[in-house]
């Protein structure tokens, strides 16, 4: 399931997204007190709880004790709310880095965080990023890496090219697990019963496999196992996602060194 956001109407959510012009908080009727941001705050433990699919306006409604139709004096349609959700979850992301030790790993420190924070809120992920909220939270954690970025020494394109980069590589991981955590359900069958029933199926449809794919067999090789109860999955991605991470941040030091020795 893709969202798009910026579905509703244009001036009303950038307006909201501001709080420029936002409805009056004082209003008349039996239970005083509901405001944007309580609404937006149910959307996001909706979608949390449940999933983005699961989100409508009477819902919320539903958590707050009110109706769907209460809602819309403050946020016109779900369009709206989806930009209000997405840019108010990211406010969890930290402003600003600590570049005492470097950008490196203030690096690190990002794409941990908020692979960790997209865990946490999974239903971001299936909001498209073609189109930007363009809300005050969304440009604070685009500033945040940025800044941190220009430790590099390098210039806007290059910098511009790495944020698109970095989120894309986060984002990535954390769609493999939340997909992963999700299977089970979405199927009625576990990783384990999954894997079990077709891996023991390879030899005998695909007789002499290892011979026929010598590299594939070569690169699952050196593999290690999950500790305690950790899925199989999740394992996997947290081992790949670290060693992804160095591999980048190696090559953005060799693209920083390599402009630092250009004449001026």
């Not at 690096?107 to 865990?119: D, G, R, S, V």
């Not at 496999?209 to 999740?234: C, H, I, K, N, T």
Request: proline share 6%; aromatic share 8%.
């Amino acid at each position: 399931m893709v969202v798009y956001a910026g579905q509703g109407d244009a001036r009303r959510s950038m307006a909201l997204l501001w709080r420029s012009g936002e409805p009056g908080e004082a209003r008349p009727g039996p239970k005083p007190g509901l405001s944007v941001d309580a609404i937006v705050d149910a959307a996001i433990e909706v979608a949390d709880s449940e999933g983005m699919a699961a989100l409508s306006m009477r819902k919320v409604g539903e958590r707050l004790g009110r109706t769907g139709m209460a809602l819309y004096t403050y946020v016109p349609s779900k369009g709206e709310l989806v930009d209000l959700m997405y840019d108010r979850a990211l406010a969890e992301l930290p402003a600003s880095y600590d570049l005492d030790a470097g950008w490196r790993a203030a690096l690190t420190a990002w794409a941990e965080q908020t692979l960790a924070f997209y865990l946490r809120h999974p239903w971001m992920l299936q909001v498209s990023q073609a189109r930007p909220v363009l809300g005050p939270n969304e440009f604070a954690l685009l500033e945040s890496l940025v800044s941190v970025l220009r430790g590099t020494g390098l210039g806007p394109r290059r910098v511009r090219g790495m944020v698109a980069l970095l989120f894309d590589f986060v984002r990535g991981a954390a769609a493999t697990v939340a997909e992963s955590r999700q299977a089970a359900t979405a199927t009625g069958v576990s990783d384990e019963e999954w894997w079990q029933a077709r891996a023991s199926l390879l030899e005998e449809v695909a007789p002499g496999f290892a011979g026929r794919f010598p590299q594939v067999r070569w690169v699952e090789s050196d593999d290690s196992e999950p500790v305690g109860d950790e899925p199989y999955l999740e394992h996997r991605v947290s081992e790949t996602f670290s060693i992804g991470l160095t591999v980048l941040l190696d090559g953005i030091e060799t693209a920083a060194k390599a402009a630092s020795r250009q004449p001026l």
